[in-house]
């Protein structure tokens, strides 16, 4: 589909950690959106700026669409979401990306690994997928540095009761706490070895980690060709 402008207002906007934010929208123009689960828009933050964002909630969702943001200080795009209010209008470009699901049959397991706001495709995908009839073993395995700056946990718990195929792992690499792993979503993927040639891999967040997991993937009997991944920087 060719890309089209979109309007969209701001619904609500909350701060889920101290540098991360929820932001949910409603469509004006068109007044639906028709997307695939992790793709993404590009935001016009200023005239000149004009930078994409994973859309975190579900394709069943079509009049309404969330973002996951991440502030960087002095970022101008993240900025720019991170201070929009309630009724604020924003201009987008959509629809784009091809790190979407792929519907393999012979795919037996599948891995969704996201650090930080790598989460916002991966939780699309999850919502979707799960929702329309994914049966075969799902492990989410959730990065982040301290127990603390984990956020969407209520939504995966959710998730969990719901569809005994899903597993979560969450990984706080520098921090110790129950419930959490102590260390990256490498050491999440670990207790997976050997693994089968039969296995997927949606990866998500930033370079040197999709780099290392995917390294680590093939060295312990992963399929290259069933690795898909989302670059964020
Ligand atoms: C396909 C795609 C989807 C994306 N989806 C999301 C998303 O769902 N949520 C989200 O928060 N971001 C997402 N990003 C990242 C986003 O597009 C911006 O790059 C990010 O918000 C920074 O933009 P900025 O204008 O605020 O910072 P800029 O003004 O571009 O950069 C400021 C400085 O921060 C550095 N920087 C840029 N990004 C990061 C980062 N993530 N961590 C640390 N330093 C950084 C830059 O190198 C630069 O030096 C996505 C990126 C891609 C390619």
Redesign the pocket.
Known sequence: MPAFDIRAKVVSNVRVTDN?CVLTFAMIEPQELQFKAGQ?LF?H?SER?L??????SSPDNITTFE???????????????WNLKEHDEVLLKGV??S?VYHKDPDIEEIFMIAT???I??IKSMLLYELNHGEKRPTHLLFGESMAKDFYYLDIFAELIKKYPNLTCDLCASRDQKEGYINGRVQTALEKYFPIGKKSSFYICG?RQMIMDVSDLIIKNGGDAKHIYH????
């Open positions: 991360v993404y935001v933050a700026v930078r994409p964002f994973s859309i975190s973002f996951c943001i991440e502030v960087i200080p002095d970022g101008v795009a993240s900025n720019y979401l784009f990306g790190f930080g706001t790598g916002a495709p930033g989302e670059k964020f920087f």
